[in-house]
């Protein structure tokens, strides 16, 4: 497994949870990655993602201020830090590896998924 994520759950709207990455073959400090959420029935919609080229992080305007990027390159993870999550974050959320550097983020940037984990967010 190249990437797996981890931390999904069920919370409360006004809540918060944090996903974990675990990244191997890569190393998250040359690449491109990033995290996405896709809702039943809707597109693979990027909600953060590093640059490749100058570790900027973009986030769509949906989750800003809200879900904040990092990484641990010592130990190759990825997190994702939810907060005051709205039952319309809920969805399987992916971390990718690719070549991502500038601009919106979109799916087609990225060649590497891991298998995603489950949030679910009540209202």
């Known amino acids: 497994v190249q990437l797996q994520a981890s931390g999904g759950g069920l919370v409360q709207a006004g809540g918060s949870l944090r996903l974990s990455c675990a990244v191997s073959?890569?190393?998250?400090?040359?690449?491109?990655i990033g995290w996405f959420r896709q809702a039943p029935g809707k597109k693979r919609d990027a909600v953060s993602c590093?640059?490749?080229?100058?570790?900027?992080?973009w986030y769509p305007d949906s989750v800003q201020g809200r879900f904040t990027f990092s990484r641990d390159i010592e130990k190759n993870m990825v997190y994702l830090e939810m907060t005051d999550l709205k039952p319309e974050d809920t969805g399987v959320y992916y971390c990718?590896?690719?070549?991502?550097?500038?601009?919106?983020?979109?799916?087609?940037?990225?060649?590497?998924w891991g298998q995603g984990t489950l949030v679910t967010v009540s209202s």
């Open positions: 990718a590896i690719g070549w991502f550097t500038s601009g919106i983020c979109t799916a087609e940037e990225f060649g590497r």
């Open positions: 073959v890569y190393t998250v400090d040359v690449y491109g």
């Open positions: 590093i640059s490749a080229s100058d570790e900027s992080i």
